[in-house]
């Protein structure tokens, strides 16, 4: 029923750009705090970047001064724009947040979307 659904994703050469997007599907449900994850072969996944209702951003340590998250509540999307890529940033990347249902009560806390592939290469 709900869904979280990221897009964006694809190939793209080392020092090249992305942006990935995660859409609250509807409107049924709006998106409260957020963040993006990644996870590549042999490795455990990561929280690349969060960020709050207000927009209060964290991202890992990894990705600062590269990657930035934004938000778009009125588009029930967040984005992850993805600026000098290399080679270890290649991973599936999956939207992870908590939901607000805008006819309802109860939240839905860590519901995650399917993921996006990106793959940095020359």
């Known amino acids: 029923q709900v869904q979280l659904v990221e897009s964006g994703g694809g190939l793209v050469q080392p020092g090249g750009s992305l942006r990935l997007s995660c859409v609250a599907s509807?409107?049924?449900?709006?998106?409260?705090?957020a963040g993006w994850y990644r996870q590549a072969p042999g490795k455990q996944r990561e929280l690349v970047a969060s960020?709050?209702?207000?927009?209060?951003?964290n991202y890992a340590d990894s990705v600062k001064g590269r990657f930035t998250i934004s938000r778009d509540n009125a588009k029930n999307t967040v984005y992850l724009e993805m600026n000098s890529l290399k080679p270890e940033d290649t991973a599936v990347y999956s939207c992870?947040?908590?939901?607000?249902?805008?006819?309802?009560?109860?939240?839905?806390?860590?519901?995650w979307g399917q993921g996006t592939q990106v793959t940095v290469s020359s």
């Open positions: 992870n947040a908590d939901l607000i249902p805008v006819f309802g009560r109860t939240p839905i806390r860590g519901f």
């Open positions: 509807g409107s049924i449900f709006r998106i409260d705090v």
């Open positions: 960020i709050t209702s207000g927009g209060s951003t």
